[in-house]
């Protein structure tokens, strides 16, 4: 009989990181679904208690217990000097694979050019605690105000700069404001409470997540590849691949003929493939990968 008290309390980032997330424990293996006015997803596995929570609150709840573990920003772990052991780097975000950059924004007229430039002058942003330890850190004495959102628009009426997130700089761009500094690049972690991982079952458990997570992670630029090769044509295919993973070679039933297959980063894909078949490779086929796990 299943031992009913395993279960892990699982925190999944509600907002911005929502849907990104859903979809890399999908490709882990695991099916969440969301009714729209639940806080409470349904795993496909019954030892996995899942909760909504934003981003912003997700590590001071596993720091206390409430969670086993979740997921969430560097830079929030950071904000609330959360005590969390980071499992695994998940880097992904919104809007694709590279990190999220915290900066300090000005106007571009103004005349705000370095970090020492603030001293006196006032700041909005969301990541307070952050932004204070790192002025102090400079020996910068400003005023940082709580900003509930559109901080981009607040400058130079309500703040003289900013602390703000961005991927791509667009909206920094789109509201006239340049960058002074990058104080804080952050990608997303999966992180556990310590008491959680004394207890065996929980950490197999949770270590186990990461794993599939991280193997999730790095098939998602990645696809496989495998083609026939004839004798005579195998050191010209051969060398093309030999810049990546050796490939599995096989022996096929009609004589001097081979199968070759690896995996490969999706972007070389149409450059590789002409070439191969230009090199006498035939059957050539591409498929998607869920996982590849180290």
Known sequence: MKNKTNSLKLGLPKGSLQESTLRLFKKAGYNISISSRSYYPVVDDPDISAMLIRAQEMARYVEDGYLDCGLTGLDWIKEQNAD?????????????FRPVRWVIAVPMDSKIKTVKDLQGKRIATELMGYTKRFLKSRGVTAQVDFSWGATEVKPPQLA?????????????????LRIVEVILESTTRFVAN????????KRTKIENIAMLLKGALAAEEKVGLKMNVEEKTYK??????AAMHSPTISQLSDKGWYAFEVITEEKLV?????????????????????????
């Open 270 to 294: 149409r450059e590789l493939i002409p070439k191969l078949k230009a090199a006498g490779a035939s059957g050539i086929v591409e498929y998607p990968l869920n996982k590849v796990v180290a």
């Open 160 to 176: 003289d700069a900013i602390v703000d997130v961005t991927e791509t700089g667009s909206s920094l761009r789109a509201n006239n």
């Open 236 to 241: 010209k295919v051969l060398s093309l691949l």
């Open 194 to 201: 310590k008491k959680a991982l004394q207890d065996k079952w």
């Open 84 to 96: 969390v052991v980071e499992v695994a780097e998940l880097q992904y975000g919104k809007e694709g």
